[in-house]
């Protein structure tokens, strides 16, 4: 008779779901944060947790947290909105809720610390902004719902209205997420080459040249012979060149008028 067949031996290893990346931990004076208000802090880290930004998350390169917006809501269930002073269609965020929420938010905040709120109707995120956020310590955000939040917040703690561009989401937490990526591949040590950020578009006011890689032919179309030749001289002169051409096709608001 044979012996029963085994199932075989498991294999147990660790893992870290994108949740656990974001666990309690030391706030360190020299790590730069995100902190995000939210209804939604299961959304987070999201895209973050993955990729480059989320290896970084996991090497502690940059510590990102959440304040529950619910948390700081009124009565037995816990409302965070309200009608519109003087009438109108929506809800509003109540000053009483957001205000609290900020104020455990900047409990952590040191040196340079901005707070945005994603709005429809601030100032558009640019690169530019992403570098100067790098260059913060931290970052408290709050995305927004329903019509928006109450005025006296925005004025009372100083906040600075940004957004993503000319069309209006249903939460902010997509544009803080975006925001929050391209500011943290400008840290130290978060992106495996620093010099790729030197050339990407909008580095220095131009849209990137093409990129090309093996094969050198591929459906009848060769790499640029420029960019073979191993003249580096002449391989910048055509990049430039080619920036120029396809900032001035897709974005001419982007150029100065002697270019």
Not at 8 to 20: F, T, Y
Not at 35 to 59: C, D, K, M, N, Y
Not at 69 to 82: A, C, S
Not at 120 to 136: I, K, N, Y
Request: charged letters at 25%; glycine letters at 10%; one cysteine or more.
């Amino acid at each position: 008779m044979k012996p029963p067949r085994s199932h075989g031996r498991q294999s147990v290893k660790a893992s870290l779901k994108p949740r656990e990346l974001m666990q309690a931990q030391p706030d360190y004076s020299d790590v730069w944060q995100a902190r995000v208000i939210t209804l939604f802090p299961e959304l987070f880290p999201g895209v973050l947790g993955a990729s480059l930004t989320g290896r970084a998350l996991q090497e502690g390169l940059w510590q990102l947290h959440t304040h529950d917006l619910r948390q700081f809501g009124i009565g037995k269930n816990r409302n965070v909105d309200d009608t519109p002073a003087g009438g109108g269609a929506g809800m509003v965020m109540r000053a009483d809720v957001v205000g609290p929420a900020i104020e455990a938010a900047q409990a952590h905040a040191r040196g340079r610390w901005p707070i945005l709120y994603m709005s429809p109707r601030g100032r558009r995120f640019e690169q530019a902004m992403a570098r100067d956020l790098a260059a913060c310590q931290g970052v408290t955000m709050l995305c927004g719902r329903f019509e928006g939040v109450d005025e006296r917040v925005i004025e009372h703690y100083g906040v600075t209205e940004v957004s993503l561009g000319d069309f209006v989401m249903t939460g902010g937490e997509i544009a803080a997420q975006a925001m929050i990526d391209a500011t943290v591949r400008l840290l130290p040590g978060v992106l495996g080459n620093a010099e790729s950020t030197v050339e990407e578009s909008h580095a220095n006011g131009l849209l990137e040249h093409p990129q090309y890689t093996r094969p050198a032919v591929w459906e009848g179309r060769e790499i640029p012979p420029v960019l073979m030749s191993g003249n580096h001289g002449e391989i910048e002169k055509w990049r430039r060149a080619q920036s120029l051409e396809i900032t001035r096709a897709r974005r001419p608001d982007l150029l100065d008028d002697d270019e």
